[in-house]
């Protein structure tokens, strides 16, 4: 308990010292936010398992540290060479380091008029109130203390705003680069991505540690749906093995909007992703799929809420999780539906793959149904190789090795198949057998 | 020197004898029915010439082109040329049928010390070879037997064997499930395989299938022991008597 009130001290002070940083900045909406966000972190402390949400995810690792905040853009010497096997080809890309927008490493190109992709601090300077009218008004409900840190301590991110009316085909890439440094550090991007009514628009958040220090990612990332728009949302998380990673995004869904996610976890000694979805619109749908591939001692958590709170409104989840060697994989995915919410249809299943016997999952489905016309169904399998299909590909003259690795990648194909970026999708397969090819020859070649 | 020769072959699954010393010797060029009612160990003897693990050999031998085959896992087996057509042919979901078949042909192909084929030469057999089995070659891009009814299945079966030119190849079981015209197609495919150069086994509980496929030597398996071995004849006089017919005769000559 010493410890865990040792670290809000520290990052109280850390506050300070970045309050006493800003000078004129203090009296700002913003930074009203922030001082509440201190006040309820400081209030609050970090989860432990004894809290339901946390229960089977020991986030200790993380508080036994202290993590500076980066509280200035730095460079690191981080050149377009380091991050170019990174980007997605043909993909307007946003880049930041340390969650930093970095507008060396940036390419924005041309977008259609009125579009925005860059960084948060620069629309926070530009055009305060657009920025003021959504940050931090998502995420207050069910708050945790990893969001309420990044609200305190909110600077840069993304910011995309797509007006009405405004197809783009091409990806927005948000890409975020944890640099190399001597000291663990905090990095807390703020996302914040508006798309107006009838806009559709594919984004995709990456997220890459460069070395193998230890760093804390606190992301969080908040999205307004307009009536009508279409958003693809992919995540690829490959930080290094020795950093952590917290990520939150919650939505705000208007008349008839849809929303697609795919969350791929790779990378990171314990990570927690978080999706928050309120379907409180008609005839709104979200699709959220998520694949975790684990290995070593990694802790993978996936949480999803989808608040069925109006009528007519659909969800889909597909989640799947590899594990291996002694990783530990976590599904959390509460459905509710609201008295209000007839003619739901919601879907959950949710499928692990343990390819080692030290590897663990807690597959928790949770849903919650108050009205009596809908229709909601959930699954969860955990399951090993199937021996039968193992023998069928052997008898045809594949060896193990390699049956296995077709079975374990079909497996995490039938949610890399859903990313219709095609350059993601591909970076991900390439991703995915260089993990598979490892367990075999015991060399990553990416 | 024969492709096949099984000598006194015992098998075990779960500590239970089920094969109580086979005798067997296929030569290239032939065709093989074992018939036998349901439990004889038709399938075990299938399961233990393509290498099924649960089965443990607990006597005897079995010499595959002048190796033992028992000591080959079944990846090695099918490289050598050994197929075994699967009576409950499995789904794979997410495993592309053509991608399948690329990797079990360039696995073979090496191990032979032939050069991989290349995706057009590789597209162009997988053509070639839908013809011979009458199959439609959307099911090429379908994940492997998912959704596949059961002569759908077998008929991918009999086209894997296409494409994969064993020199044994082991059919289990493969009309049960088959309607009339099925069984045709599939029969027919199996008759335009047949060659000099290889061998077949056909497992049946039925006198049905060859009628189609007309073996050379026919076997009747009953409780693990071969108890009798005939030509084509044979089948149809199994057919009108029964296997207790078999039965009887071996308990007289006991």
Known sequence: MQSVDKNIQWYQSRFEAFEQSLNGEKSTAVHTLRRDAIRRFTQNGFPTTRQEEWRFTNISPITKIEFQPILHYELHGITRDDIQKYILDGAVHAVFVNGMFSSELSDIGTLPQGVVVGSLAEALKKNPENVQQYIARLVKGEESAFTALNTAFVQDGGFISIPKDVIIDQPIQLLFIASDDDRPFIAQPRNLIVVGAKSQCKIVETYVGLDQNTYLTNTVTEIVLEENSHLEHDKLQIENMNSFHIGMTQLQMNTASHYLSNVISLGGSLVRNNITVVLDAEGSECTLNGLTLSTGTQVIDNHTAIDHAKPHCNSHELYKAILDGESKGVFNGKIFVRKDAQKTDAKQTNKTLLLSDGATINAKPQLEIFADDVKCTHGATIGQLDDEQLFYLRSRGIDLAAARDILTFAFAGDVINRITVEPLRQQAERMIHARLDFRQTGIIEE | MSLLEVKNLHASVNG???????????????????????????????????????????????????????????????????????????????????????????????????????????????????????????????????????????????????????????????????????????????????????????????????????????????????????????????????????????????
């Open chain 2, 16 to 254: 239970n004898e089920i094969l109580h010393g086979i005798n067997l010797k296929v030569d290239i060029g032939e065709v093989h029915a074992i018939m036998g009612p349901n439990g004889s160990g038709k399938s075990t003897l299938a399961g233990v010439l393509a290498g099924r693990e649960a089965y443990i050999v607990t006597e005897g031998q079995v010499v595959y082109q002048g190796k033992n085959l028992l000591e080959m896992n079944p990846e090695e087996r099918a490289r050598e040329g050994l197929f075994l057509a699967f009576q409950y042919p499995v789904e794979i979901p997410g495993v592309n049928n053509s991608y399948f078949l690329k990797a079990a042909l360039n696995a073979i192909r090496k191990h032979k010390g032939l050069e991989e084929l290349d995706a057009i030469d590789f597209l162009s057999l997988l053509k070639q070879k839908t013809k011979l089995v009458e199959m439609n070659e959307s099911f090429l891009n379908r994940p492997v037997n998912e959704g596949f009814s059961g002569g759908e299945k077998k008929r991918n079966e009999i086209f894997h064997m296409a494409v994969l030119e064993p020199k044994l190849s082991i059919l289990d079981e493969t009309d049960s499930g088959l309607d009339i015209d099925a069984l045709k197609t599939v029969s027919e495919g199996v008759n335009k395989l047949r060659s000099k150069e290889n061998a077949t086994i056909i497992v049946t509980h039925y006198q049905r299938l060859l009628n189609y496929i007309v073996p050379d030597f026919v076997h009747v398996l009953v409780d693990g022991i071969i108890v009798k071995s005939g030509g084509k004849d044979l089948a149809i006089k199994l057919e009108e008597l029964g296997y207790d017919w078999v039965r009887e005769e071996t308990l007289h000559a006991v």
